[in-house]
């Protein structure tokens, strides 16, 4: 989870080295993320690999798995979006540039949420997911919740900014915008997704 937060946190000077059109840098974010992205994928592969099958584990092993996967997925499409961004040398519209950071900011918001309270694992290991800690993480993930429902908002306002700006843009450009719009909102859902699938485990118990 620390892996994808860093990876997630590489889009805002990614998009702020976009902003002031800065291609160098913008080419050394990309390689970055891509690392990253790496890291991450290797670590998911090594705790599959070596998690025991036979053994009992304090958690369900198929949740644990669940969970891993949705942060894998955080530094996954943070990928697609770097990707794309660079590979189509996609300019900010103009209609956008105004909404479109604090919606980033937002989204790397939610990952860093989610990632404090997988900071918790340990705790909750050792009190069997019950208890007081279990229900203090019970209270941060509500406010997971409340912050990625923010988010959205944000993201609903940046695509109605886009919408309104249309016919300014190159058609095929607006599919993509509307493209990168979603997978920013998606690094937001899977941190959520993380925080709900912690909950899970904690009910289970």
């Excluded at 009992?56 to 961004?85: E, S, W, Y």
């Excluded at 990168?180 to 118990?205: F, K, P, Q, S």
Aim: negative net charge; charged residues 30%; glycine residues 6%.
């Amino acid at each position: 989870m620390r892996i994808a937060l860093e990876c997630a946190e590489q889009l805002d000077p990614l998009f702020q080295a976009i902003l002031q059109g800065k291609k160098a840098e913008v080419l050394e974010y990309q390689v970055q993320i891509d690392r990253l992205e790496g890291e991450a994928d290797e670590i998911f592969k090594e705790v599959r690999k070596h998690l025991p099958r036979t053994f009992m584990l304090p958690v369900d092993r198929r949740d644990l798995l669940g969970l891993l996967d949705m942060q894998d997925k955080i530094a996954n499409v943070t990928q697609d979006i770097a990707g794309l961004l660079i590979e189509r040398q996609m300019g900010i519209p103009e209609g956008i540039k105004e909404p479109l950071m604090p919606y980033v900011t937002e989204c790397i918001g939610v990952v860093r949420h989610a990632a404090s309270i997988m900071e918790e694992m340990d705790e909750l290991l050792e009190t069997g997911f019950a208890g007081p800690q279990a229900l203090r993480v019970s209270g941060m993930i509500d406010e997971l919740n409340e912050i990625e429902h923010q988010s959205d908002l944000t993201g609903i306002a940046v695509s109605k900014a886009l919408f309104a700006h249309e016919d300014e843009i190159n058609p095929v450009s607006v599919i993509f915008w509307y493209k990168l719009l979603e997978w920013i909102g998606d690094t937001a859902d899977y941190a959520e997704a993380v925080g709900n699938r912690l909950r899970l485990m904690i009910a289970a118990r």
